[in-house]
């Protein structure tokens, strides 16, 4: 029972690199998430996917892509990394009127 | 204005304490809400939902306001395991969003 799973867990990029998070569930969930979370900040809405086939722009979208590709996967794509996107960022999914679930975050740093 | 707002603190307080925090959210929409928990550098984990009518799971008591929009949570004899940062969330259904404070940091002391 992995609920959600976030690949990889720590990534180092150089400036202007490019790569993929990776989030999958196995919860059934209709809606997945992407936030990042800054010291003192908080988590801030990157993208989210109501359902499978739908994205949506959240609090903080620039620099960022993303792909909903089934309905168990959600993937977070930085095109040209800068080192403003060092953060740890979190997957969750939802469905119904509960609690957001979480991955245990990716540890990305920009250098 | 941010959707949810919270005291970041810290919260510095003895074992045995009892300590409460506050949460105020500014969309009258926002039909759920929640505690997190969350450790430094590990993911945010529900510590309980939070119900119109007020709820308790062993120390812990939640409580919602809606006229005033806030929730409130109570820790009852805290314990060194207790600390922790504190995240309330509120989920608005016409955004299928969720929107998080930014959190309250608790220390509880030997």
């Known amino acids: 029972n992995a609920g959600v799973t976030q690949t990889p867990k720590f990534q180092v990029l150089k400036t202007g690199q490019s790569m993929t998070l990776q989030c999958a569930q196995d919860?059934?969930?209709?809606?997945m998430y992407w936030y990042r979370q800054d010291p003192g900040m908080g988590l801030r809405l990157i993208y989210y996917?109501?359902?499978?086939?739908?994205?949506d722009k959240g609090e903080v979208p620039n620099g960022y892509n993303v792909s909903r590709l089934n309905k168990r996967e959600f993937s977070l794509r930085l095109e040209s990394a800068a080192p403003s996107q060092t953060s740890v960022y979190f997957c969750?999914?939802?469905?119904?009127?509960?609690?957001?679930?979480f991955g245990d975050g990716t540890r990305l740093s920009i250098l | 204005r941010k959707e949810v707002e919270q005291d970041p603190g810290p919260f510095n307080v003895p074992e045995g304490a009892t300590v409460a925090f506050n949460c105020t959210y500014s969309?009258?929409?926002?039909?759920?809400f929640f505690w997190y928990r969350q450790d430094c550098r590990k993911e945010p984990k529900l510590l309980m939902s939070?119900?119109?009518s007020g709820n308790e799971d062993g120390r812990f008591t939640a409580q919602l306001n809606r006229a005033s929009q806030y929730i409130s949570l109570l820790i009852r004899d805290s314990k060194l395991s207790d600390s922790a940062t504190y995240l309330c969330?509120?989920?608005?259904?016409?955004?299928?969003?969720?929107?998080f404070g930014s959190g309250t940091k608790l220390n509880v002391k030997p």
């Open positions: 969750a999914s939802y469905e119904g009127n509960q609690p957001q679930h």
């Open positions: 919860m059934n969930h209709n809606s």
């Open positions: 996917s109501a359902s499978e086939g739908t994205t």
């Open positions: 969309n009258s929409a926002s039909q759920s």
């Open positions: 939070v119900y119109s």
């Open positions: 969330a509120v989920f608005v259904y016409n955004f299928n969003k969720f929107y």
